[in-house]
């Protein structure tokens, strides 16, 4: 039997939101890897190895489960959301590139899962209901003057802006100063949502404005929404404001 | 029973990318909205209303089930892909806010869905694994000046881009002018992947180069990521090939 390696998007929460794709992908693997977190998502299984790494380690974690695949395993790598969106699908296709020819001729399959965009932006409403960009915050893998670079053509074309990866324990600036340089371009009113753990136990959903998402609360389980200023906030009494961006666009909003 | 209004992204093909979530709210809605070729998608349930809508009338189709669900129904509106990418969620938001007071007080839930290009890239490898944008190329709700100023703004800063509603039969030539504009600022290997009813039975995934994309094929169910200069195209012998974008990004990359 030729080796398999499937990459599993888990969603961002409970069982609510994994795909019946994903639950047989991951029943039929008899290999498990993973960042531990979301390894731990995973209800265990007779018989199936589980090999749970820590979160800095993508490469290696990547080149182990394709020498277990290519040793004719049917393996499988969970991710968070989507395993396509700044997570282990790229980074196993990069440690394909460059490794073996054996690797290339694994069946690689990769079983996509709700992004934590798509998750946050349905409970706010629909702040990514136009023209949008998805861009990772971490100054980790690419210089922030590049992350700058973005931020100021993304904002400045009118798209909104979903951050990932905000905060971290030594990136604690990096949002702060995101947001001051989208206030170069942004009405101090532009609508801000801040998202934490969506589908888990410990959600927390707050809305704000540019001018005052600063104060508010971020970190690594959070992803961030910046609107355009075509966004809007829908207050509702009693009841939590609606985010949302129309989908008609004027000649001026950008 | 106060009213209530869920809209529910189906995914991009059948079933096997059917959340349980939306499973289980299609199940408890009394009565179903959408665009026709959605609703054929969800099997017949006794005494559940249907009621099928063209493509072109998302306001009234928003304002029939707002009006319905303040009566106070459980109605549901269904969408393929994500509701609240280019989709219904962002049409009923505008509704809300336009519309009487009695309709910020529904329930209003979103169910997220997995969106075409989140499916598309799976197909494909890891196109989206890093920053990237999404753009309608429809210049039917903006002006066509607006979508080049932001291919202009998404290419210059080395943003991957995946086009929604790229063709259509009042849009023959949209497609073919975004890969002119892009071509200013992107070399002519720049990997483009063209997703066809990813997950249904006629899908189809092509792979080619920017210089070589207008020959392609395209239409209304068809989903377009055209790479940045750092995405990667893996020949495989035997294989379609990977289609990557690396997460490490240089300074000088955008």
Redesign the interface.
């Known amino acids: 039997m030729s080796g398999r390696l499937t990459i599993i998007g888990l969603?961002p929460g409970d069982?609510?939101?994994?795909?019946?794709?994903a639950r047989?992908a991951l029943a039929e693997a008899e290999a498990l890897y993973g960042y531990g977190p979301y390894l731990d998502r995973v209800p265990q299984r007779e018989g199936q190895a589980r090999h749970a790494t820590g979160n800095r380690v993508?490469g290696d974690r990547a080149q182990d489960a394709l020498r277990h695949a290519a040793s004719g395993a049917q393996v499988a790598m969970v991710s968070g959301g989507?395993?396509?969106?700044?997570?282990m699908?790229?980074?196993?296709?990069?440690e394909?590139?460059a490794g073996p020819e054996a690797w290339?001729?694994l069946d690689?399959v990769?079983?996509?899962?709700?992004?934590a965009m798509?998750?946050v932006?349905?409970?706010a409403?629909?702040?990514?209901?136009?023209?949008?960009?998805?861009?990772?915050l971490s100054d980790n893998?690419?210089?922030w003057?590049?992350i700058e670079?973005?931020l100021?053509?993304?904002a400045?074309?009118?798209?909104v802006i979903a951050l990932y990866n905000p905060v971290s324990k030594t990136r604690p600036w990096q949002l702060g100063q995101a947001f001051a340089r989208l206030s170069r371009h942004l009405p101090a009113a532009t609508p801000v949502v801040f998202g934490r753990a969506v589908g888990r136990a410990d959600e927390a959903v707050t809305v704000t404005t540019l001018d005052k998402a600063a104060e508010a609360k971020a970190d690594m389980a959070t992803l961030v929404i910046v609107g355009s200023p075509e966004t809007?906030i829908?207050?509702?009494?009693?009841?939590a404001p609606?985010v949302?961006?129309?989908?008609?666009?004027?000649?001026g909003?950008?």
């Open positions: 969603g069982d609510r939101t994994l795909t019946p794709e047989d993508e989507d395993p396509g969106v700044f997570a699908a790229s980074a196993v296709c990069g394909i590139e290339r001729a690689l990769v079983v996509p899962g709700i992004s798509l998750a932006a349905a409970r409403g629909a702040p990514l209901g136009h023209d949008f960009c998805a861009m990772s893998l690419k210089p003057d590049l670079k973005r100021d053509a993304a400045g074309a009118g798209f809007r829908i207050p509702r009494e009693g009841k609606l949302y961006t129309p989908r008609v666009a004027a000649a909003t950008a």
